[in-house]
């Protein structure tokens, strides 16, 4: 790593939860729209983030804390290490480290509610980590390599890997937890299990997983930005784009039932991507 | 404005509200609801309605305390982190209302847990309810500049 790697990495880390605090709270703005209420304004997650850090501590045992401070941790690594251009398959995989301590924090305590959550967080992960695997197979037999450098020297994935875009944008509908998939927590007001997963953080720890949301949050949608690395601003406003169709659908549909979401997911999953890596095996012989 | 201006700013514009019916007739509950609808709205100020006392920063509570649910507002209110200020809201829980005779009936909220807003009515319209917690809000602001907390915090054991 040369010094303009450091320091990229630090731009990355610290303007993250900025952007992901803006784009929480125009989605916010958006729902409240749809819904035709005025709604809160721009700002609210950043007013709701600095609140819970100064109110008063208060825990259940200590490895709950562990936990939300290693998710945080793995969050901001993987963003860190996504500004960079590491290795794609080295970022999944930290950010899957973050979520099994998220998931081992909210099993750490004896609330029904929680463990109920941390076991529908376990069946959310089962549904889309095999998809983003998926998606990665599909860069790979394009570019050739996880390398991140060498996929967004390929320019235009979008063209060559449509279907495999649909399925990380399913992807990014499930990690975010919107309806139908909001099973182990869900959106303010909602209210899925109490707070499903995050029924026992309170204060400045029930922040700092906020924080580390925001940071998955725009990682995925950067994830979505590099299939048009060849503009990054088009890349943004196609991810932005899939960001406010999933906000459509948040508030055009139901909870739907774990088992669907297996189902469906799998389905989609595995299917589109088969069809897509067929398509261009086959076009490829042709030539 | 400065960092701990913005904390303040925060307290103010970021107010969570858990709603504990204490036995009421349903009357003030159906209107604490309706704050949350299109017409009133009381996202706009930041409000959110959660369900569990951990993450709240107002304590709303309708109907009149009786000896059977006094243990359950008193743990609510334990459990809500501080800084937090309660709202009662309809007379049944700012004094018992018509009910404060009954035999079984304590009477207002302030017997058991202190209270910081009143909101008289029967029942309280939504916007005198709004009210009543955009002055919470103010109150949860004032809370925490004076660092009450930690006294509190104390008191509570």
């Keep these: 790593m040369t010094w303009a790697d450091y320091l990229i990495f630090a ?3 610290i303007l993250t939860p900025l952007i992901g605090g803006l784009i929480t709270g125009l989605d916010r703005k958006v729902t409240a729209l749809i819904q035709g209420r005025y709604g809160p304004p721009v700002l609210q997650p950043f007013y709701d983030v600095v609140k819970l850090l100064s109110k008063e501590k208060m825990i259940v045992n200590d490895f709950q804390i562990f936990a939300a401070y290693i998710y945080l941790l793995s969050a901001i690594l993987s963003v860190g290490f996504f500004a960079i251009k590491a290795d794609l398959l080295m970022i999944i995989f930290i950010m899957s480290i973050g979520l099994v301590f998220y998931v081992i924090g909210a099993l750490a305590t004896r609330s029904p ?90 204060g400045p720890y029930l922040a700092l997983i906020e924080i580390a949301d925001w940071y998955e949050l725009v990682l995925l949608l950067a994830m979505l930005a590099i299939f048009w690395s060849q503009n990054l601003v088009i890349g943004a406003l196609i991810s932005l784009f899939v960001f406010f ?43 | 404005m400065g960092l701990k201006e913005f904390v303040k700013k925060s307290f103010s514009k970021s107010p969570w509200v858990v709603h504990y019916d204490c036995g009421s007739c349903n009357g003030c509950d159906i ?41 359950v507002l008193k743990n609510v209110y334990d459990m809500m982190p501080d800084p937090k200020v309660v709202v009662a809201a309809g007379i049944c829980a700012c004094s018992g209302g018509i009910f404060r005779d009954c035999y079984n009936v304590l009477g207002g909220i302030d017997k058991v847990i202190p209270v910081d807003v009143y909101v008289p009515g029967c029942p309280a319209k939504p916007e005198a309810m709004i009210d009543g917690l955009y002055k919470a809000a103010q109150i949860l602001k004032e809370k925490y500049s004076r660092r009450e907390v930690i006294v509190s915090a104390k008191s509570l054991g």
């Design chain 1, 11 to 13: 731009a990355a880390v």
């Design chain 1, 113 to 202: 509610y929680s463990q109920v959550g941390a076991q529908r967080e376990l069946m959310q992960m089962l549904a889309y980590e095999p998809l983003l695997i998926f998606v990665l197979i599909g860069m790979y037999y394009v570019a050739g390599s996880f390398n991140l450098h060498d996929i967004m020297s390929h320019g235009r994935l979008l063209l060559d890997l449509p279907l495999i875009f649909v399925v990380l944008s399913l992807v990014l509908d499930i990690k975010i937890k919107k309806s139908p998939f909001d099973f182990s927590t869900s959106e303010h007001a909602h209210q899925e299990l109490v707070r499903g997963i995050l029924t026992d953080y309170a």
């Design chain 1, 245 to 287: 169709l999933d906000i459509i659908v948040d508030n055009i549909s139901a909870r739907m039932t774990l088992k669907w979401m297996l189902s469906f997911s799998w389905i989609v999953g595995i299917s589109f991507t088969v069809l897509n890596i067929a398509y261009l095996y086959f076009s490829n012989v042709s030539r």
């Design chain 2, 31 to 71: 209107e604490v609801l309706a704050c949350m609808t299109p017409i009133y709205d009381m996202e706009r100020f930041g409000m959110v309605n959660v369900g569990n006392p951990k993450h709240a920063d107002i304590l709303i509570v309708t109907g009149t305390v009786n000896e059977k649910n006094k243990d």
